[in-house]
């Protein structure tokens, strides 16, 4: 496990964005156990009362949840996973059609780029 | 709660401290920042009854602080004091005997921890190890708050990032931690407050995680704008 946390976004936000990748990914599947809070705090070397803000937040937002003093567990609810991989697609293709619109491109020029940038990086 | 309140203290014509209030509290990492020689220590030793005060008061849970203040408190200084010839061991037999609060089994898992050899002299260690000796005696009492000056000051990269982890470990558990430091790179996504001392005064006190939810500034920020104003 290893984040790189930027200093200006609340630590608890960078660590809920990185369950998300991990679930959007796979790398955290449905069910699967994860770290204690103190564990977590540990391992990536943040402060524990912000591992914990984190992990209620996520059992708030049903990606998480936690039977009585069992160890919690990322969410077998379908919807919820699906919607995770959605709301990061999302939030990039946000993020990169701002960033290309203040340069002013077509979006057809724009999109045969992506194309091709995508294939490449898959010979790579 | 450690409720620092309006503390000031002069040596000879120097005032030190001029009206020093903040609070601390247990299960937090409250951090006082500020340049060398802002009174960072001088505060430390106010909280254990140290030096005595020209003004204000400290209190412990509403009450305040006295000769007792040992038994809830700790503090770890800047740098060893045991005798450089002594042993781990020795130095870990002379805190056994003197402090009822002592506790082995920590003291073990932090030795553990450390990867430190019990039969070695303080002489011989790096810069390094000697501080993690230092503060595994401090963090094995049984105590409420750790009071920390300059934990990571002058020690190499790796030392640092070990230290920082015992932070976020059981070994701290839900103690109150107070430390001081002028680096606060390193430590920014370990602390819950930050203190910002200058010229004897807190020029301000928040919440580093609030502060950048809020306002979207890191802890180099704020002191940026509040140091260079």
Known sequence: MNVMFNKRDPVYVQVIRYFKEQIATGMFESGQEIPSRRELANRLKINPNTAQRAYKEMEEAGLIYTERNLPSKITKDEAILKSVRQELIMEAVDDFVSSIRSINVPVDEVLDLVKETFENEDDK | ?229
């Not at chain 2, 030793?45 to 000769?67: C, D, H, R, V, Y």
């Not at chain 2, 640092?160 to 059981?170: K, Y």
């Not at chain 2, 010229?199 to 704008?225: A, C, I, P």
Request: some cysteine; proline content about 2%; glycine content about 6%.
């Open chain 2, 1 to 229: 709660m450690i409720e620092v309140n309006d503390i000031k203290k002069k040596f000879g014509r120097k005032q030190v401290l001029n009206g020093v209030s903040f609070t601390a509290e247990k299960g937090k990492i409250t951090c006082i920042i500020g340049i060398n020689g802002v009174g960072k220590t001088t505060i430390m030793n106010a909280i254990m009854n140290l030096t005595p005060l020209n003004g204000g008061q400290i209190l412990m849970n509403g009450e305040s602080i006295g000769k007792q203040s040992y038994e809830q408190i700790t503090f770890i200084p800047d740098a060893i004091i045991m005798q450089p010839n002594m042993t781990i061991a020795e130095s870990m037999q002379f805190m056994t005997d003197f402090y009822d609060s002592w506790n082995q089994e920590r003291a073990t898992e932090l030795l553990d921890f450390f990867k430190l050899q019990e039969s070695e002299k303080i002489n011989n260690l790096s810069k390094g190890n000697r501080a993690k000796v230092n503060l595994l005696l401090g963090l094995a009492l049984d105590v409420d708050y750790l009071l920390m000056d300059e934990p990571f000051s002058g020690i190499d990269i790796f030392s640092r990032e070990q230290i920082a982890e015992v932070f976020t470990s059981h070994l701290v558990e839900d103690r109150g931690v107070i430390i001081t430091t002028h680096e606060i790179n390193d430590i920014e996504h370990l602390i819950d407050k930050a203190v910002l001392l200058d010229e004897g005064k807190v020029l301000t006190e928040f919440n580093s995680e609030e502060v950048r939810e809020t306002e979207g500034k890191s802890v180099v920020d704020v002191m940026r704008e509040v140091y260079q104003q």
